[in-house]
């Protein structure tokens, strides 16, 4: 079972950036597809962007694209998500995820990943 913490969210002004991570435990990390995904109040849970077990290949939705930066160090068993000339809209509980399945196949919906974590708010001000 792996255990899944995200941190690194807070309160930024519109333009700013912030760093999310995302420590596993319980196993290591390095062939398994993670993702980001984010929810706002009273939306539906939204698919950020994902990355393959080298960190080789990534995947983005279009509205964070150019803005937001997915990586990986398998060897801190951490995934991250570098965010960016943050808007108002980006305002949500960020959540990192990871799919169990020994594929090397990314996905970008959300009941293709099997672990979770507990979220970390962002919150941007304009």
């Known amino acids: 079972q792996v255990q899944l913490v995200e941190s690194g969210g807070g309160l930024v002004q519109a333009g700013g950036s912030l760093r999310l991570s995302c420590a596993a435990s319980g196993r290591t990390i390095s062939r398994n597809v993670m993702a980001w995904f984010r929810q706002a109040p009273g939306r539906e849970r939204e698919f950020l962007a994902t990355?393959?077990?080298?960190?080789?290949?990534?995947y983005y939705t279009d509205s964070v694209k150019g803005r937001f930066s997915i990586s990986r160090d398998n060897a801190k068993n951490t995934m991250y998500l570098q965010m960016n000339s943050l808007k108002p809209e980006d305002t949500a509980v960020y959540y990192c995820?990871?799919?169990?399945?020994?594929?090397?196949?990314?996905?970008?919906?959300?009941?293709?990943?099997?672990?979770w974590g507990q979220g970390t708010v962002v919150t941007v001000s304009s």
């Open positions: 990355i393959n077990w080298s960190g080789g290949s990534t």
């Open positions: 995820a990871l799919r169990m399945s020994q594929s090397n196949i990314i996905f970008t919906i959300a009941p293709a990943y099997d672990s």
